[in-house]
């Protein structure tokens, strides 16, 4: 069973920053963190662009990951980012062929 890793592009205002990094660590990331098959949960934040940010989520597989999206976890955490992100977040989802 190959490792998910999803890459979710995150776009807010500058002047929203801070408050899309407090949503993240206080209430975004324990939401992924208590799921049984999440792995890892990290956020960049891009030097060269404020306001633009990554998320990248690893998942222990393909069905792993479709049940948690299947659940509330995954409808609240969308509507959580919907307020505070200016357009839709850009998803790519990673197999792990090498390590």
């Known amino acids: 069973m ?3 890793t999803r890459h979710l592009t995150l776009l807010t205002t500058p002047q929203r920053a801070m408050e899309l990094e407090r949503l993240w660590h206080h209430e975004i ?3 992924l ?3 049984p098959s999440c792995l890892r949960v990290d956020l960049l934040r891009n030097r060269e662009r404020p306001g633009q940010y990554i998320a990248v989520t690893e998942w222990q597989g393909q069905e792993a990951l479709s049940g948690y999206m ?3 976890d995954f409808s609240q955490l969308l509507l959580l980012l919907q307020d505070i992100t200016q357009t839709a977040p850009t998803l790519n989802t990673y197999e792990t062929v090498s390590s």
């Open 70 to 72: 299947a659940g509330a």
């Open 29 to 31: 990331a324990p939401i």
């Open 33 to 35: 963190l208590r799921q």
């Open 2 to 4: 190959a490792v998910i």
